[in-house]
């Protein structure tokens, strides 16, 4: 019911944030609660048992459908095909300790031509010389810590703007066949600095806002929230489609990663899809991908784009 609550009013308290992190799997809980609960009525002698059984039984399957539909859009629909007009990479190398050379070769190997990656140290900004090479523009600036935020492109980059955002994020010009705006995304995490967090999305949303003005548009990078997140249906609300969702990817959770990371899962198994690449009404994806990069606790994510 908490999680319910949470998708519906999307608050902004604190823990409720946090909460609404786990909403795709109330989906789960829903579903055994139904079955636990007709287990009871099936066993119930009395009357009044029956009846809060029966109640049990019928929110538990509405919840169930309710957040069922949330996930449809993710699983169904009609989406682009054939070759890719734009191939866009995001990844997240956490504190620069992210393998870079894994980075270069998921890059080299899928063809990107563009190319955004966070927590970009000075050091692993060194280790990407040959991505460098292969991506020759470059966006953004490596930074110690978390604060590095660094686009590579196959095409040239014009109007650089950083943003008023934490952890850095930029907004630039991709003289692409197509030419779009580019806005690589670094927002700090909600559950460390919510206030931070708050006002990063507000930043990103008012510059979105005012990049859509202008033309087509790719958002990349690491949003620190989910699509049950309010700031990300703002986002969606602006026109903008999310990747995996337009491509009928399914969930594909990005956080946390590697099982060699302190909070990360066995077998890399992430609880969350806090990794976005959106796109405008000019572009479709045809796919979306993640990859586990070595030492970093972000599943890297590929996204094949098609002109609308």
Not at 30 to 54: C, E, K, M, P, Q
Not at 233 to 249: F, H, I, K, T, Y
Not at 277 to 283: A, D, E, P, R, T
Request: proline share 6%; hydrophobic share 45%; charged share 15%.
């Amino acid at each position: 019911m908490l999680l319910s609550v949470c998708r519906l009013l999307t608050p902004s308290q604190h823990l409720l944030v946090l909460a609404t992190a786990f909403v795709p799997f109330a989906l789960v809980g829903y579903a055994a609660a139904a079955l636990a609960w007709s287990a009871v009525h099936r066993l119930g002698d009395h009357d009044r048992r029956r009846l809060v059984s029966t109640a049990a039984v019928l929110v538990s399957v509405a919840g169930l459908l309710f957040h069922a539909a949330l996930q449809v859009p993710s699983y169904a629909g009609s989406h682009a095909s054939g070759r890719a007009d734009l191939t866009v990479l995001t990844a997240n190398l956490r504190l620069g300790l992210g393998d870079t050379a894994e980075v270069t070769r998921l890059a080299e190997r899928s063809h990107a031509d563009v190319v955004v990656l966070e927590e970009v140290t000075p050091l692993a900004f060194a280790g990407l010389e040959k991505l460098r090479q292969e991506l020759p523009h470059q966006g953004g600036e490596p930074f110690a810590g978390a604060r590095g935020t660094v686009v590579f492109s196959r095409y040239p980059l014009q109007d650089e703007e950083q943003l008023k955002v934490f952890n850095s994020a930029w907004v630039v010009r991709v003289d692409a066949p197509r030419p779009f705006s580019l806005v690589a995304v670094h927002t700090s995490q909600p559950w460390v600095t919510p206030q931070l967090w708050t006002s990063d999305h507000r930043a990103v949303l008012w510059n979105t806002t005012l990049a859509l003005r202008r033309g087509p548009v790719v958002m990349a990078g690491d949003f620190n929230a989910t699509l049950d997140h309010r700031p990300m249906r703002d986002l969606l609300g602006l026109g903008l489609s999310d990747a995996a969702r337009q491509s009928d990817a399914g969930w594909q959770p990005t956080w946390p990663s590697d099982p060699g990371v302190g909070h990360a899962l066995p077998f890399g198994l992430g609880v969350m899809a806090i990794d976005h690449v959106l796109v405008s009404k000019q572009f479709s994806t045809i796919s979306t991908h993640t990859y586990r990069i070595a030492r970093s606790d972000h599943r890297a994510l590929l996204a094949r784009i098609a002109l609308s």
